[in-house]
């Protein structure tokens, strides 16, 4: 599947937005990504887009001095197990790291294996469980870590070629121009 990773805008809102609407039960309003993409300066917001421009993916890391905190992740589900999810977890990770991040951390439902597959073969780690964390079903949440030697150890797969992201896949390497916040 070819597509590329770039920095998300305003006028992607509307379909990043129906993206989450159609993946999770507890979405993001709409005004939180404008925040994300207009206002807040530790924000790290990508999508993937495919050649005719659509999009199949969004990441939302937040970038705070050496913390990549994976704020909000979801991949169309026609788009899923194509690599994108991959692709979008790499760049962003790899965007973070450019800016001063170390360790990065996530919070995933207990019952979403694909999402804790994904990141355990990235290197993140389950560091606690919060009980009943999820107001809709009350499912637990899963604490991951990325500790600062899977972090290296990720960054340097991803920059020789080895850190699984799918073949032809395009990386763009736009970030903003804003540098880590306190």
Same mark, same amino acid.
């Given at each position: 599947?070819d597509f @590329?990773?770039? +920095?998300?805008?305003s006028?992607d809102?509307?379909? %990043?937005f129906?993206?989450?609407k159609?993946? !999770?039960? &507890?979405?993001w309003p709409?005004?939180?990504y404008?925040f994300e993409?207009?206002?807040?300066?530790?924000s790290?917001?990508?999508? @993937?887009?495919? +050649?005719e421009?659509?999009i199949l993916?969004?990441i %939302?890391?937040?970038?705070?001095i050496?913390? !990549?905190h &994976?704020?909000?992740?979801?991949?169309?589900?026609?788009a899923?197990?194509?690599g994108v999810?991959?692709?979008?977890?790499?760049h962003?990770?790899?965007v973070c790291?450019?800016?001063?991040?170390?360790v990065?951390?996530?919070?995933v439902?207990?019952?979403?294996?694909?999402a804790?597959h994904l990141?355990?073969?990235s290197?993140?780690h389950?560091?606690?469980?919060?009980?009943?964390?999820?107001?809709d079903?009350?499912?637990d949440?899963l604490?991951m870590?990325?500790?600062p030697?899977?972090y290296e150890k990720?960054?340097?797969?991803?920059n020789?070629?080895?850190?699984?992201?799918?073949?032809?896949?395009?990386?763009?390497?736009?970030?903003k121009t804003?540098?880590?916040?306190?």
């Amino acid at each position: 599947m070819d597509f @590329a990773i770039r +920095p998300m805008t305003s006028s992607d809102i509307p379909e %990043v937005f129906e993206i989450d609407k159609a993946s !999770a039960v &507890l979405y993001w309003p709409e005004r939180s990504y404008h925040f994300e993409v207009e206002t807040n300066e530790a924000s790290r917001p990508f999508v @993937a887009v495919d +050649p005719e421009g659509k999009i199949l993916g969004f990441i %939302v890391f937040w970038l705070i001095i050496d913390e !990549a905190h &994976l704020a909000n992740f979801a991949v169309r589900s026609e788009a899923r197990n194509r690599g994108v999810g991959r692709a979008l977890l790499n760049h962003g990770l790899r965007v973070c790291y450019e800016g001063g991040a170390r360790v990065s951390f996530l919070e995933v439902r207990s019952g979403n294996t694909p999402a804790i597959h994904l990141y355990e073969s990235s290197g993140y780690h389950t560091e606690s469980i919060r009980k009943q964390y999820y107001q809709d079903n009350h499912e637990d949440a899963l604490n991951m870590n990325l500790d600062p030697e899977a972090y290296e150890k990720l960054i340097q797969a991803i920059n020789t070629g080895n850190g699984k992201p799918s073949p032809g896949t395009a990386f763009e390497h736009t970030p903003k121009t804003k540098g880590p916040t306190a």
